[in-house]
């Protein structure tokens, strides 16, 4: 993947959750990440981040940036990056103009 923005807490990720009949397209809105590193002044998420998913279902930021940008010992997670519940997520906003990648 090509650089990418930083997501952050209160940044989301949209995905379907098959855990449901029909399954059902939920938004995941991040609750966790690294709470010493901010970016654009909010906490900023990493693998093994927490969302709390309109479905439901928590999430967990599964993909992140390469391993040369660790924050709190894991990835960065990233505009574009994936997680999941019972099904998968894509993260789709953060940081205007924190990349990395």
């Known amino acids: 993947m090509a650089k990418a923005a930083h997501s952050r807490i209160g940044d989301?990720?949209?995905g379907v959750c098959p855990c449901h009949v029909p399954p059902v397209p939920y938004v995941t809105f991040y609750v966790t990440g690294c709470s010493s590193v901010k970016t654009n002044s909010l906490i900023t998420t990493i693998i093994t981040t927490i969302g709390a998913a309109t479905c439901g279902h928590?999430?967990?930021a599964?993909?992140?940036a390469p391993s040369?940008?660790?924050?709190c010992n894991q990835p960065v997670h990233r505009i574009g990056d994936a997680?999941?519940?019972c099904g998968p997520y894509i993260s789709v906003t953060g940081s205007g103009d924190t990349y990395s990648g």
């Open 83 to 85: 997680g999941a519940n």
């Open 12 to 14: 989301f990720g949209v």
């Open 62 to 64: 599964l993909t992140g």
């Open 58 to 60: 928590p999430t967990v």
């Open 68 to 71: 040369k940008v660790n924050m």
